[in-house]
């Protein structure tokens, strides 16, 4: 098989891809390998939202729901059981490609439960839970980035267990937990840790920043307001992107973990897919290729750029500058900046909470079905 020219494309100008998907059906129909040979997959993301889709829908998980629920297993550790299988299985697939990027690429991430979003102690321990019940090395573990989440992130990689840091929407939080990761690896390295097993990304949201900046500009509704959409979610991610370089190319704190082999903590790009149909669907994309970096797409969106994307090299690097002006002219049109990324926030936590609930829902009527 023949990898896709464009994704190929994005891969060697340094942006590492990743889907954000992952059901029981990509596993057993061979469907994720596929992706991996043909379009540059070198990774999986999962959400609540994404559990929460693929057990709603189908069959391939009633046989191991009824076994569960033969064993008398709750609501809880039926769905801790058989995500924690599909994740375990997703590593499996991907062990080539981590060990080919030297413990980089080939990852597979699962979240801690999102009503912990704001327990700084419950998060830790369940982050240690799901690491040892996957048992895999390419695995992370999705931690938000709230307030009560940086000195969870700071415990866990302590502990020498690789993080993804998701619900990020703000230059300043991604900077604290940019902190959160160098003060976990401190901790690491004191504790006999070895720093080069220990990875990090930090999962930086995209289009929801778009969408809720660009109804407040069509609220305000002046030519320089309207004139302005579209534009503040690729500025953030690089203005995060030029955060990143100060910290980990130009900081001497990471210098200093660098020379007892510690890794950089790699932009993400998330909520890549395009929400408003008047954008290029490949917009997330196309400019925002850098080094170092990870972009996770929905499937419909890495079709898109398998089709028409137009990669052109670096798009990010000497950015930071034009970026920061057009969240100038947001700030003096009259967007409340500061309150957009808590209401972001407070509505992601919000939705992978909705989501989980469902899944809970969910997996409860199955098992009651089951023991019917």
Request: charged share 25%; with cysteine.
């Amino acid at each position: 098989m023949t990898q896709n020219p464009n994704l190929a494309a994005l891969s060697a100008a340094g942006v590492s891809v990743w889907l954000d998907d992952l059901s029981r059906d990509r596993l057993q129909t061979g469907n994720l390998q596929e992706l991996i040979d043909t379009k540059s997959v070198v990774g999986v993301t999962t959400n609540p939202s994404i559990f929460q889709a693929a057990l709603s829908k189908g069959h391939a998980y009633d046989d191991q729901v009824k076994e569960l629920a033969s064993r008398g297993a709750d609501v809880d550790a039926t769905i801790r059981t058989v995500t924690t299988d599909d994740v375990r299985n997703a590593c499996d697939v991907l062990a080539k490609q981590y060990e080919l990027s030297d413990g980089v690429d080939g990852r597979v991430s699962i979240e801690v439960d999102p009503r912990l979003a704001h327990d700084t102690d419950k998060t830790i321990l369940q982050a240690v839970e799901l690491w040892k019940i996957v048992d895999r090395p390419n695995l992370l573990i999705k931690i938000p980035a709230t307030l009560a989440g940086l000195p969870a992130i700071t415990a866990v990689i302590a502990e020498g267990i690789s993080v993804n840091v998701t619900l990020i929407f703000s230059v300043e939080r991604h900077r604290a937990v940019m902190d959160a990761y160098l003060a976990g690896l401190e901790a690491a390295k004191e504790a006999g840790h070895d720093l080069s097993k220990i990875h990090s990304v930090a999962s930086f949201f995209v289009s929801r920043v778009d969408t809720e900046i660009d109804a407040r500009l069509e609220k305000i509704g002046t030519d320089v307001a309207l004139d302005t959409r579209g534009q503040a979610g690729v500025a953030n991610a690089r203005l995060a992107y030029a955060a990143y370089q100060e910290v980990f190319e130009q900081g001497s704190r990471f210098a200093a973990l660098a020379e007892q082999g510690a890794r950089v903590q790699r932009p993400l790009w998330a909520s890549t897919g395009v929400k408003n149909p008047d954008y290029s669907d490949t917009l997330y994309v196309t400019h925002l290729v850098a080094p170092n970096t990870v972009n996770t797409m929905p499937e419909k969106t890495m079709d898109a750029v398998a089709d028409h994307g137009e990669i052109t090299g670096d798009t990010i690097t000497g950015t930071a500058e034009t970026s920061q002006i057009i969240f100038d002219k947001l700030a003096s049109v009259g967007v409340d900046v500061p309150d957009v990324f808590k209401v972001l926030e407070d509505e992601g936590v919000e939705k992978f909470e909705k989501s989980w609930q469902e899944l809970i829902d969910a997996t409860q009527e199955q098992l009651d079905a089951a023991a019917k």
